[in-house]
């Protein structure tokens, strides 16, 4: 497939947009293909209202003939079991590929979501491919193992793939979602079938179509797209189906734990939702403090799992950071057009998402929580699905606002004592995906690392993460590790071979 330049400006943009033919089959056993059933739905840019075309709608016929596909070239061992390098050469030259069809997933993630593209070039894409590289690069460093056991025998641990592994994802980082769990489940020699969200299912079919042209056999990567209900819950119920490695909410994710207990007892790692603390105290760097804080809860509209959405600030410097914080945002978040380069925050995905967080904005104010910015929509977009950059102070920690994942651009600020009392707060949470402490005292910092009930610390940054940083959470955030080498652990297991020597 041939790659486009990057467009220039907001007018190139659009023109692609316009002119771009959106694929709207799925991808199954190596070949483009509409549902069994015919059925189709529509994806809808939240940007405009406008439909931007008919999904091919899978269901779990088209699930089936994906696993069989996908077990077929398992047992075959076209990819599972080619030699490691020859793997890692087609993964590279994967990863290479997204990285040139960049314009291309920027439009389709943006359209489909309300992401912008600026977003999608700066981070989405290229963190996409720094994983696929990260797992490629490791399948000839994972080992086995020799136990030392009885002389009169040899005992080795193989690390072998888990075989049929089902990706359900949300929309919310579409291809980039995909990618964590593709790296690590196809770099170990497992067939994969993909089912995205329905409202961004363009890119991942676009994933499945470079992979096969960078060499990747037919079967090993298909692609269902349809309704979680539907095509979901045919995968994570499939009998043939090894493992499915989930990020979405909590509900669906618990589902994913009943559906394999009901199944197949197949392996489940989860990456849930989050009510993620960013812990200001009145020692830190300010400056940078607010300026962390700001992306840590705008960024992607808010619509990030680890979003830092209770924004806990010692007293004495309480009032200054809300102005900072108040005026910075104002410089660094302004919804706009998503296919704009300089626009830094998009619509929310859909109406749905847009009424859940009208929902708790109004609930904010009714539990008495003091609206100190945003609300609403910003003018002139007052018909679209935009929310602007939302923050409600003097709130308090029992309230709904502070204890829900709102999955929107909605701070809530919790003013402490000092750090235990922060610490106390932030553990109170169900959730625990990502946590900050900002303090200039290194060992304030360390016990607040050690003690935090949470997957991810960050000291005096947020967000910070390469492909080596272990990703997911504690308590109901999930159990799972996306990216670093225990993902490819995860994507694999463990077989015992015992050789009785005799002599
Ligand atoms: P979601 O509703 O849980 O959906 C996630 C995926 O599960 C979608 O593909 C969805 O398909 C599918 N699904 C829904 N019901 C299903 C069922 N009964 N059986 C099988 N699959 C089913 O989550 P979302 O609204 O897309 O995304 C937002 C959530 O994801 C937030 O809670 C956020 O925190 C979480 N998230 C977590 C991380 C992390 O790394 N921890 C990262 C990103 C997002 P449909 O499209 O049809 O609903
Ligand atoms: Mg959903």
């Known amino acids: 497939m041939t790659s486009r ?74 990819w599972s079991r080619l030699p490691p390098r020859a793997r890692m050469d087609v993964l590279l030259r994967f990863a290479d590929l997204i ?6 997933f920027a439009l389709l993630d943006s359209v489909e979501m309300g992401k912008t593209v600026s977003g999608m070039l700066g981070f989405d894409v290229p963190s996409a491919v720094a994983n696929i590289r990260f797992a490629a690069e490791a399948i000839d460093k994972i080992e086995g193992a020799v136990t030392n056991t009885d002389p009169g025998a040899l005992h ?71 309704s979680g209900s539907d095509a979901g819950q045919a995968l994570a119920r499939h009998m043939d189906v090894d493992k499915i490695g989930f990020t979405g909410s909590v509900p669906v994710g618990g589902l994913m734990m009943r559906y394999a207990g ?48 209770r924004i806990m600030v010692e007293r004495s410097i309480h009032d200054e950071f809300l102005q900072r914080f108040i005026d910075r945002t104002a410089a660094l978040y302004q919804p706009g057009d998503p296919l704009d380069p300089a626009t830094s925050m998009g619509p929310m995905v859909d109406g749905r998402q847009h009424r859940t967080v009208c929902s708790y904005i109004a609930k904010g104010r009714e539990e008495g929580a003091h609206l100190a910015m945003g609300g609403g929509a910003p003018e002139g977009l007052e018909d679209g699905l935009y929310i602007s950059p939302t923050l409600f102070t003097e709130a308090r920690n029992d309230m709904t606002i502070a204890a829900h994942e709102i999955f929107g651009p909605v ?25 900050s ?67």
Request: glycine share 12%.
């Open 437 to 503: 402490v900002w303090t200039r005292d290194l060992g304030r910092a360390h016990r607040f690392a050690r003690d935090v009930e949470s997957g991810m610390v960050w000291v005096n940054t947020y967000f910070d993460r390469d492909a080596t940083a272990p990703w997911g959470g504690v308590k109901q955030s999930g159990n799972g590790r996306d990216k670093c080498l225990e993902a490819l652990h995860q994507y694999s297991q463990t077989k015992s071979v015992w050789i009785h020597l005799g002599g």
């Open 99 to 104: 990285g040139a069809h960049a314009a291309e």
């Open 262 to 309: 009901e199944s197949n007892l197949k392996h489940v790692t989860t990456e849930c939702g989050g009510k993620s603390p960013q812990i200001i105290l009145a020692d830190c760097d300010l400056d940078r403090a607010v300026e962390n804080a700001v992306h840590g809860i705008y960024s992607n509209q808010g619509e990030v799992c680890a979003a830092g959405s």
């Open 156 to 226: 080795y641990v193989l690390r072998q793939p888990l075989g049929v592994v089902g990706l359900i994802v949300p929309w919310n980082y579409p291809m980039l979602m995909a990618c964590w769990k593709l790296g690590p489940a196809l770099a170990m020699g497992n067939s994969v079938v993909l089912k995205p969200a329905q409202q961004t299912g363009m890119s991942a079919v676009l994933l499945a179509r470079l992979f096969a042209e960078a060499g990747g056999p037919a079967g090993v990567f298909s692609v269902v797209n349809g």
């Open 5 to 78: 330049p990057i467009p220039a400006s907001k007018t190139e943009w659009h023109a692609l947009a316009a002119s771009h033919a959106y694929e709207t089959r799925m991808f199954i056993d190596g070949a483009l293909c509409d549902a069994a059933a015919g059925g189709r739905y529509d994806s809808v840019n939240p940007a405009t209202g406008q439909v931007i075309a008919a999904m091919a709608a899978g269901t779990a016929e088209d699930v089936d003939r994906a696993v069989k596909a996908a077990r077929r070239a398992f047992r075959e061992g076209v």
């Open 411 to 435: 701070g809530v600020v919790l003013p402490i004592r000092d750090m235990e009392h922060g610490l106390e707060l932030a553990n109170s949470s169900i959730f625990g995906l990502g946590a």
